[in-house]
């Protein structure tokens, strides 16, 4: 598969989902970007440029925008699924009557769904039929949209139950600056990628709040051990955590200037009200959604989560940033590794 040109669907249009359908064109592959805003396509079609979510770049040739999601999915080698996570079972659903058995379909969205508290690969699943089930792939790391279409240097991972569809992943997206790893541990990536969402909102109060790289640590390294323990109790590898989707990920996402959900906790810290946050941008933070997930979880599988348990109370019980630090800082006493391995 790597060493020919592919149809491929990008479902969504967001800064990600336009990175990556770029991303894909520039490898030589023919790619069909679905667009949800009327808006986003006329822009595609009369710029070549995704003015909202990603300004500044120009789209190759090969990306044909399209409002019809059986356009984008009809007789496709491989499909992405690069939608906001809180959308990806209505839209996928549709995209279903239009798949061949044959098509890849990859996840990109970073999430875990408030209702069943299923990961998107977990809610592919539900949507597509048994035989396709070992077509689906997760790819996640340390990935600023931004950055990738600038050529820097980026490295992530491709995740599936087999390992041989991982590697075909592997090489349809591989280039000089993106490098691709492969994974089976599918659980593990996709936990790592939507829970560092959580512990970055919690670094960016922290910097909202005037603390300084003591205090980001700290939630950095303590965020990896509760992170790791919800992904272990849930089956993943620890491991897993410790590589690109879980610490790369976390790292960026609690440090990068272009993180979304660190944006938020910095304006939380600074004393912004939650909505008021939410409405000031077209972009998703998937934070906000996933912590009540987060906090659900992990109390369905008994694991202590300190700090996502604090992001929690701040989102949606009001509570005052610095009183959630106070609270975690005045916690009993205790070994590091207790609980974590």
Request: neutral net charge; proline residues 3%.
């Amino acid at each position: 598969m790597g060493g020919s040109f592919l149809d491929i669907g990008v479902i969504g249009a967001g800064s990600w989902g336009t990175a990556l359908a770029i991303l894909l064109a520039k490898n030589g592959h023919r790619v069909t970007l679905w667009v949800y805003e009327d808006e986003v396509y006329d822009q595609i079609g009369a710029f070549h440029e995704n003015r909202i979510y990603l300004p500044g770049f120009q789209l190759p040739g090969r990306i044909a925008p399209s409002r019809s999601l059986a356009e984008a999915s009809s007789k496709k080698d491989l499909i992405v699924s690069a939608l906001p996570s809180h959308v990806v079972r209505h839209v996928i659903h549709q995209c279903v009557p239009f798949l061949e058995t044959r098509t890849i379909i990859v996840s990109v969205s970073k999430g875990i769904e408030n209702e069943t508290l299923k990961t998107m690969t977990e809610v592919l699943r539900d949507n597509l039929p048994s035989d396709m089930h070992s077509q689906i792939v997760c790819l996640s790391g340390p990935s600023f949209a931004k950055e990738v279409v600038q050529y820097m240097p980026t490295a992530v991972v491709a995740a599936a139950t087999i390992q041989k569809t991982a590697e075909k992943v592997q090489q349809v997206f591989a280039a000089h600056y993106f490098r691709v790893y492969t994974s089976t541990d599918v659980m593990g990536v996709e936990l790592g990628g939507a829970l560092k969402n959580v512990i970055a909102i919690a670094a960016g109060c922290s910097d909202g709040l005037g603390f300084g790289n003591n205090t980001r640590a700290a939630l950095i390294t303590r965020g990896l051990a509760e992170i790791t323990r919800l992904a272990v109790e849930a089956g993943a590898h620890p491991l897993t955590l410790s590589g690109l989707s879980g610490l790369g990920d976390l790292v960026l996402t609690c440090t990068g200037a272009l993180s979304r959900n660190r944006s938020v906790g910095i304006k939380l810290g600074k004393g912004s009200d939650l909505d008021e946050i939410i409405t000031s941008s077209k972009m998703v933070a998937e934070g906000i959604k996933t912590t009540t997930s987060a906090f659900q979880l992990a109390q369905r599988l008994g694991v202590e989560m300190p700090i996502v348990e604090q992001v929690y109370a701040v989102l949606y019980h009001k509570k005052d940033p610095r009183q959630a630090v106070t609270d975690l800082m005045g916690r009993s006493l205790r070994y590091e590794l207790d609980g974590h391995l």
